[in-house]
C-alpha cells in the first residue's frame, strides 16, 4: 500500500513552490491550488466566486488518481461521494478556454503533462 505524502496548507500560509519542490529534485511532486465550495459567475465573464482557497502541498503525480483527490476533499469536512465535479485549470489560460474535466484517469494524464513545468496546478 502507498501512503500519501500531500499535506493541506492554509492559504495564508507562506509559500515558495522553487524552495519546496527544487527545479529537478522532485519534478514529480506538485501542489494542488484547490478552490472550493464556490461557484462559477455566467459567460462572458467566468470567475469563480464565494468559495475558499486551500493549498494541498507534496502531491505525486505518479501516485495521484481521482480516489486521492476524493481524499483530500474528505480531508476537507467534505461528504464524498455526492455529486462533486473536478475540474483544473491550464497554466497561463483563463476560465473560459483554460478549464478541462478531472473525473478520470485520462484526466489525471492529462493534468499530469502541466505538472513538471508547473508546481502549483
Not at 12 to 40: C, N, Q, S, W
Not at 44 to 58: A, C, F, M, S
Not at 85 to 96: A, G, S, T, V
Amino acid at each position: 500500500m502507498v501512503h500519501s505524502l500531500w499535506t493541506i496548507r492554509p492559504s495564508t500560509m507562506g509559500f515558495d513552490a522553487l524552495d519546496l519542490y527544487g527545479i529537478v529534485d522532485h519534478p514529480h511532486l506538485f501542489t494542488v491550488e484547490l478552490r472550493h465550495g464556490g461557484k462559477f459567475t455566467p459567460f462572458p465573464n467566468v470567475r469563480y466566486v464565494e468559495g475558499k482557497l486551500t493549498y494541498i502541498d507534496l502531491v505525486d503525480i505518479d501516485e495521484f488518481s481521482m480516489h486521492e483527490l476524493d481524499a483530500m476533499m474528505l480531508e476537507l469536512g467534505y461528504v464524498v461521494p455526492p455529486v462533486i465535479y473536478y475540474h483544473f485549470k491550464i497554466p497561463n489560460e483563463d476560465l473560459i478556454f483554460g478549464l478541462r474535466a478531472l473525473g478520470n484517469d485520462q484526466d489525471v494524464c492529462n493534468l499530469a503533462k502541466y505538472t513538471r513545468a508547473n508546481k502549483v496546478i
